[in-house]
T-cell receptor, first 115, second 112 residues
Framework: KAGVTQTPRYLIKTRGQQVTLSCSPI?????VSWYQQTPGQGLQFLFE???????NKGNFPGRFSGRQFSNSRSEMNVSTLELGDSALYLC??????????????FGAGTRLSVL | DQQVKQNSPSLSVQEGRISILNCDYT??????FLWYKKYPAEGPTFLIS?????DKNEDGRFTVFLNKSAKHLSLHIVPSQPGDSAVYFC???????????FGAGTILRVKS
């Protein structure tokens, strides 16, 4: 069974630009969550999509947005990039149903550098 | 506010001995607690989880203990192996949503 696939693995952008990251979840998983990892803040929850709807949202500005397609693939967009957006962006997939063990399976991440 | 805390930034253990990683939490609205291992340039890998209504879960060399009254959990690795050297994250899932809250991580070094 294929794991979670994130593309691209690395990105370099300049301030003010926008960026789109992609995530393909494990087959059969309907929930996709996004996390930001930085040295200072650790792993922080951005948002979760389930069946094409945003179900949970973290404390990030509106410049961070996402969407999910009917095949469960998800994209995350960051507009008007700032230097502080440089981070590892991780996507995690799970069944997303209640009663599960809360296990989320992570991709390798996209390393975004904002210059 | 840090709802999940890992107060030890690093831990060094001799191969074959026990590694104990600790985690504290402040919120009672978590229904599952999970441990992940992370190598550089890779995403976190799920290790083991425990329900908030249990006090112990075991899987091979890994055992997680939960003390709800103290809001504390620990991961025991026995015996420790050099390949266990990685960053270990404690995470907690909100009871009413599929959101994980992570601790800052503990770097485990297993010396051979």
């Amino acid at each position: 069974k294929a794991g979670v696939t994130q593309t691209p693995r690395y990105l370099i952008k300049t301030r003010g630009q926008q960026v789109t990251l992609s995530c393909s979840p494990i087959s059969g998983h309907r929930s996709v969550s996004w996390y930001q990892q930085t040295p200072g803040q650790g792993l922080q929850f951005l948002f979760e999509y389930f069946s094409e709807t945003q179900r949970n949202k973290g404390n990030f500005p509106g410049r961070f947005s996402g969407r999910q397609f009917s095949n469960s693939r998800s994209e995350m967009n960051v507009s008007t990039l700032e230097l502080g957006d440089s981070a590892l962006y991780l996507c995690a997939s799970s069944l997303g149903t209640s009663g599960g063990q809360g296990i989320q399976y992570f991709g390798a991440g996209t390393r975004l550098s904002v210059l | 506010d840090q709802q999940v805390k890992q107060n030890s930034p690093s831990l060094s253990v001799q191969e074959g001995r026990i590694s104990i990683l600790n985690c504290d939490y402040t919120n009672s609205m978590f229904d599952y607690f999970l441990w992940y291992k992370k190598y550089p340039a890779e995403g976190p890998t799920f290790l083991i989880s425990i329900s908030s209504i249990k006090d112990k879960n075991e899987d091979g060399r890994f055992t997680v203990f939960l003390n709800k009254s103290a809001k504390h959990l620990s991961l025991h690795i026995v015996p420790s192996q050099p390949g266990d050297s990685a960053v270990y994250f404690c995470a907690a899932r909100w009871e009413y949503g599929n959101k994980l809250v992570f601790g800052a991580g503990t770097i485990l070094r297993v010396k051979s």
